[in-house]
C-alpha cells in the first residue's frame, strides 16, 4: 500500500494486483503492529505507516502506539478499518486495484521484467508496467522471475514456526484480569516453561502428539469496549480453525 501510494502522489499511473479479496496483507490479521517506536520511546516509523495509523484512530478504531519491553511498541488497530482505509486511499489516489487474482508467470527480456501474469477465478490478467514492485511479502514476482534467493536459517534451511492466535469465547474478563493480577505466578510471559508444560500436557491428553511452543505475551486491561470484540470475534476464528486443525 504505501509503494502505491507514493507512487499515485509522484504522478505515476497504478495498478494493484491482490490475491485476496482486500488489501492490507498481514495489516489485517488482528496483529499489532511493531517498531513505531524505539526502545527509548522514540517514533522512527512515520510516512504513509503514521497516516494509515492517524486516520484508524480518527475512527475511534486504533489505540496509538505503546510502550513495549519486547518490541519496543505496539500499535493495536482494528484490521477490518485497515481495509475500509486502504480502499478509501486507492480511490482518493486514483489507484486502480483488481483483486483476486495471484502472479503465477513472469516474462523478463535481456535481465528486464516486462510482464507479469495472474491467474484467479477462470482469469487470466498479463499486466505490463515499466516500473514493477513485488509487495508479495516472499518476493513471488522476484521468484517467478529467476532471481537468486536464500530461505531460512543458512545452517540449516529451517523457518521460523508461525505464530498461531487464539481467543477464548464466553470468558467473564473482568473476573478472568482479576484473577490473573492475583496470581501473576500463574501467568506465562514469553513462553514460561511451567505453563508450556501444562498447555503442551492439555494437548497431549486430546492425543496431539507434535510438539510445539507456547507463548503468553501478556494480558491486557486497556482494549476499550469497541476494540475488543471485533478483536475477539477474529481471534475465535483462528481458533476454531486451529481446533479443528488438530
Ligand atoms: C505469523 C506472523 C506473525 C507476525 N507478527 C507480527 C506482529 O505481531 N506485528 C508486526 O508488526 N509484524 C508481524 N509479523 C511480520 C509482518 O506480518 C510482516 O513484516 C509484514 O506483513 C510484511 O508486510 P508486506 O507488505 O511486505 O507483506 P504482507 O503483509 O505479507 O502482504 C503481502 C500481500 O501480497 C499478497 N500476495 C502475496 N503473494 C501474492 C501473489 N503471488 N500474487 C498476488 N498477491 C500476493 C498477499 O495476499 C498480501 O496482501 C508477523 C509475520 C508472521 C508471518
Redesign the pocket.
Known sequence: MPAAIAAARMGAKVLI????GY?????TMG?????HLDRNGRQVIGGIAQEFNDKIKAEGQALGHSRCGLHNSVSICHPDWFKIIAFEYCRNENIDVLLH???METNVENGVLQTVT?YGKGNKVTVGATVFVD????G?VAYLSGCRYEKGHHNDGKLQP??MLMSLIGVDEERLLDYLEAHPEQIAFNGSETACEEVMKAFREIGYQQDFTFEVQGFVRPYPQELQQPLIDFTSALGHWMLEEL
Open positions: 494486483v491482490e490475491r485476496n488489501l492490507g496483507g498481514n495489516a496483529l499489532p503492529w511493531l517498531g487474482l495471484e502472479s495472474f509487495a508479495t511479502g516472499d513471488d508461525p505464530s
